[in-house]
């Protein structure tokens, strides 16, 4: 597999120069005009998007898990943490189910195109590899604690419920008071973390090296690295097939000569299975079984249970919101590999979601250069 990914390379390599020229072109094209115009920023992230489907099939799919995790999580934020799924039907009778236009987050409340504290773990692990033209985990952690620190929009100004702005995990308390990471989380947040990592080094030997390290930066217990270590085995083979196989990811983690083995293989293999063996219920029904809270190995039943079941990437997405709960972290893993598995990766996202994220002129600008290293 890895020669016939150094054959991809060497042939992509005129594919990615065309892409570095296309993009100067379009710097040049909408050089001068008001770059805060919703004019400006929708048909900019048109052409960027429109180039990257001139790529070849696997850096299509490398940029649509990142896009479809960041797409997800900030469409389910307004109605992030409500742990009742009547509530969030009466919430959406109008119809307005993705970007809600108004949070009912009861323990937060951020402007609809933000993302929560998972998606923008994957963005800063994303701006991370952008700044140093790869995965650096002395960077990752400096940039981690400035996006999440005591000088960040995340240190709260109040211990009032819902907070004026986003919800930090508390597993970021040890990390960010001595830079040592929380022995006992079990939250989602470093397998989130890692999917970007997953889709710069997807098909190279230190992939799940890597992202064991990203998510020991701010937690070390088995549960948290083991599941984001098996998500990253889903994805990694999304990536690079372009095809979902649950089954095989299980057996995968049960191999005695598999490689890169980790003491919860079995655990999480377990936990494929017990997302499978759900298949023949209705999303909402399913998640509610599992468990509608963020801690693991609960939300990753509900992750692979999307995936699973996943007729499209909009219904994807639609059917994690309105299974309720923490449908920010099921979210993010459940549009990468429903994006990343679509016939047509980038055009599966539709434009008007990618448009409302608040940051998509970064986002794209990161996800070009990572798609090109």
Known sequence: MLVALRRV???SSAAGLFIILALLLLLVRYRGRPTESVEYRAAMAKDVVGALKSLPALKQRKAAAILGALVADAAA???HWIYDQSKVQELTQDGQVAFHPTSHNPFYRRDTGYCSAYGDAAFVSLQSIHEKKGFDADDLSKQIYKFFGPDSEYEPKSSA???QGPWRSSCYKPFLA?????PSSADPDGLVRAIPIVALLAGQPHVMESVETAVRLVQSSPVAVGFALGAAHILEHVILTGAVDLEGAALQLTDPKRQYPFETDPLV???IQKGLGAKDQPHSVAVKSFGLA????PSFHGMVHGI???RGYREA???NIMAAGDTCSRGCLIGACVAAASSKPLDSIPMEWLLQLKNVDQVLAYVKTLVDL
Not at 178 to 182: A, G, L, R, T, V
């Open 9 to 11: 390379s060497l042939r």
């Open 178 to 182: 001595s830079q040592q990471p929380h």
């Open 77 to 79: 934020m307004p109605l």
């Open 269 to 271: 293999a377990e936990a």
């Open 317 to 319: 997405v639609l059917d």
């Open 294 to 297: 963020c801690g693991l190995p």
């Open 161 to 163: 419920r819902p907070l």
């Open 308 to 310: 699973a079941t996943a």
